[in-house]
């Protein structure tokens, strides 16, 4: 029933790990580049801006998950 409704087929439930798994990647490597820019500028405007932009990406995402599903 649940694949009928949320059309769920077999091929598409891939892309939800997908987009999640690059979502955290894009994570890890903001935090890592994010750390050696914070120390060269200051920390609390860049701390600021990448909640703003935490929040777009986050939402981005929500969005994505429920056009593909």
Request: charged letters at 20%; a positive charge; glycine letters at 6%.
């Amino acid at each position: 029933m649940f694949v009928l409704q949320w059309n769920l087929v077999c091929d598409r439930v891939i892309i939800e790990s997908v987009v999640t798994s690059v979502f955290y990647l894009g994570i890890m490597v903001g935090a890592l580049a994010g750390g050696s820019v914070a120390d060269r500028y200051e920390s609390n405007k860049l701390m600021q801006k990448s909640k703003v932009d935490f929040l777009i990406i986050r939402f981005c995402k929500s969005s994505l998950l429920d056009l593909v599903s």
